[in-house]
C-alpha cells in the first residue's frame, strides 16, 4: 500500500505571497489531519477533515485554510505569507477520526518564507 | 482546553529501561492516550495507545493510572537507534474537539 505523500517537499516564498500544499492519504483513508511544526513550538495541530468536512480546527489565524476532495485528498492553503510561517508541514491520514486510530504521517513540505 | 506535559528531554544508555511521563489533564473521557515516536526528517510514526491500565507491544508498554491524568511510556532495554523525539497525544473534552499533542521529549541514548 503507498503510503502518504505531500507536494512539493520544499517550496521557497515571498512574504506576502500565497501557498498551496497537497495531500494524497492512503487508499481507504478518509481523515486527513494538517500540522505545522517548527524548532520552537513543536508539533501544531493545524485542522483536520473528514469525508470532505472540517472536523476540528487548531488555533491558528484564519489566513490557514484547507478543504477535501471527494477522494480524501486534500489541500491546505497560506494566504498572506509571513517569516514566521516558514516551517515543516505534515499531513496525516487515518481510517477515522480521534485519537485512535493510527495515524501515517506523510514526509512533510518543507516551507521557507523570506 | 486539554494540556499536556513532558520533560524536554532525557538521556539513558544502551541496554536500559526508559519511562518517559506525560501529564494531561481535561482530556476526553472516551478516548485514547497515543504515543508517537518522530526520527529527524520524517514525520512522526505511531508506538502505542491505551485507554486505561497497561498496555505492551512488541516495542514498548504503556501505563495509564485510573484517574488518566498522566501515561508513562516504557522502552525496554533501548539501543542507539531509539534516539528520537516521542511525543504523547490526547483528546480534548471540551465542546470543540481537537487532539492534543504533547511538546515531545528528545531521547538521546548514549552507548
Known amino acids: 500500500k503507498a503510503g502518504v505523500t505531500q507536494t512539493p517537499r520544499y517550496l521557497i516564498k515571498t512574504r506576502g505571497q500565497q501557498v498551496t500544499l497537497s495531500c494524497s492519504p492512503i487508499s481507504g483513508h478518509r481523515s486527513v489531519s494538517w500540522y505545522q511544526q517548527t524548532p520552537g513550538q513543536g508539533l501544531q495541530f493545524l485542522f483536520e477533515y473528514f469525508s470532505e468536512t472540517q472536523r476540528n480546527k487548531g488555533n491558528f489565524p484564519g489566513r490557514f485554510s484547507g478543504r477535501q476532495f471527494s477522494n480524501s485528498r486534500s489541500e491546505m492553503n497560506v494566504s498572506t505569507l509571513e517569516l514566521g510561517d516558514s516551517a515543516l508541514y505534515l499531513c496525516?491520514?487515518?481510517?477515522?477520526?480521534?485519537?485512535?486510530?493510527?495515524?501515517?504521517f506523510g514526509p512533510g513540505t518543507r516551507l521557507t518564507v523570506t | 482546553l486539554a494540556k499536556t506535559t513532558q520533560p524536554i528531554s532525557m538521556d539513558s544508555y544502551e541496554g536500559q529501561e526508559v519511562n518517559i511521563t506525560c501529564s494531561h489533564n481535561n482530556i476526553a473521557t472516551n478516548d485514547y492516550i497515543t504515543w508517537y515516536q518522530q526520527f529527524p526528517s520524517q514525520g512522526p510514526r505511531f508506538i502505542i495507545q491505551g485507554y486505561k491500565t497497561k498496555v505492551t507491544n512488541e516495542v514498548a508498554s504503556l501505563f495509564i493510572p485510573a484517574d488518566r491524568k498522566s501515561s508513562t511510556l516504557s522502552l525496554p532495554r533501548v539501543s542507539l537507534s531509539d534516539t528520537a523525539v516521542y511525543y504523547c497525544l490526547v483528546g480534548d473534552m471540551g465542546s470543540n474537539y481537537q487532539l492534543i499533542w504533547g511538546a515531545g521529549t528528545k531521547l538521546i541514548i548514549k552507548p
Open positions: 496525516a491520514s487515518s481510517q477515522t477520526t480521534g485519537t485512535r486510530p493510527e495515524q501515517y
